[in-house]
């Protein structure tokens, strides 16, 4: 069983550009099947993702100061029940 605390926020910024990198590939993507104009497809992608990384951003920040499911790494492995 991994023992896990709170990340820190460098992992966190790391993590947002990793999937947002990936997911942006994709949505440009649909986009561009899709519309099949650059223009929209350019557009699309730009705004859906400056909001979704902030979402994203603020989602990992949140559950990340929420104790469900996070072992508490002070503890010993017999102590964790």
Do not use: C
Request: zero cysteines; proline letters at 1%; glycine letters at 4%.
């Amino acid at each position: 069983m991994a023992i896990r605390g709170m990340e820190n926020i460098k992992r966190t910024i790391a993590k947002t550009i990793i999937y947002r990198g990936s997911t942006t590939a994709l949505l440009f993507a649909l986009s561009w099947i899709l519309t099949n104009d650059v223009y929209e497809t350019s557009l699309i992608t730009v705004l859906f993702n400056v909001i979704a990384t902030a979402i994203y951003f603020f989602h990992e920040r949140f559950w990340s100061k929420v104790n469900w499911g996070v072992i508490n790494p002070t503890k010993t492995s017999n102590q964790i029940r």
